[in-house]
């Protein structure tokens, strides 16, 4: 069963930067590109980036790609999303999903809720 | 960016409707569109990948269907279960986009 678990979200001051982790299991990680999505409290669901299965080619949204950056540790079985320079707008959850060439996201994890505020 | 339209916004049926819900795209996807159902505190989950075909798993009643810049997911008949809110999915071009989705209710 594929399992995709999220962590490191919290309250964060504005300008901060954080790191979030999903952790992988149930399938073959490191062949596998994945991606990060996040949906904000008004529920807007908002695609974020991916990365290739070995790491070597990632893709952003263009509104976010100075601030986010997506790594994966394939040892680990773990994908990363570095976030800086956070903004009250970034405020939302955010999933990692498994990003498959003819499905999709085919699955999801529970998700992290990053909150920025002062 | 390819802009992704749902209507309606919000949708009350009875156990038994047929239900259709619909998402537009701003210009061609070329069937690369994706269905998902988040139910109330969970994740999103896939229903349905490049217009029409199920994800394993999902149940037969949902059907998906659509071409160009207009598309439909339709349940066959209503379930209690289907209580959620839907988002289509636009994988066509870069950047990815979400409608914003239609939140479907019991009447």
């Known amino acids: 069963e594929v399992q995709l678990v999220e962590s490191g979200g919290g309250l964060v001051k504005p300008g901060a930067s954080l790191k979030l982790s999903c952790v992988a299991s149930?399938?073959?990680?490191?062949?596998?590109?994945m991606s990060w999505v996040r949906q904000t409290p008004g529920k807007t669901m908002e695609w974020i980036g991916d990365?290739?299965?070995?790491?070597?080619?990632?893709n952003y949204a263009p509104s976010l790609k100075n601030r986010f950056t997506i790594s994966r540790d394939n040892a680990k079985s773990t994908l990363y999303l570095q976030m800086s320079n956070v903004r009250s707008e970034d405020t939302a959850t955010y999933y990692c999903t498994q990003l498959r060439r003819v499905l999709g996201f085919a699955y999801w994890g529970q998700g992290t809720l990053v909150t920025v505020s002062s | 960016d390819i802009q992704m339209t749902q209507s309606p916004s919000f949708l009350s049926a009875s156990v038994g409707e047929r239900v259709t819900l619909s998402c537009k795209a701003s210009q061609n996807i070329n069937k690369y569109l994706d269905w998902y159902q988040q139910k109330l505190g969970e994740a999103p989950k896939l229903l349905i990948y490049n217009t029409n075909n199920l994800h394993t798993g999902i149940p037969s009643r949902f059907s998906g269907s659509g071409s160009g810049t207009d598309y439909t997911l339709t349940i066959s008949s209503l379930q209690p279960e289907d209580v959620a809110t839907y988002f289509c999915?636009?994988?066509?071009?870069?950047?990815?986009?979400f409608g914003a989705g239609t939140k479907l209710e019991l009447k």
């Open positions: 990365i290739k299965y070995d790491g070597s080619y990632t």
């Open positions: 149930g399938f073959t990680f490191s062949d596998y590109w």
């Open positions: 999915l636009q994988r066509n071009s870069w950047p990815r986009t």
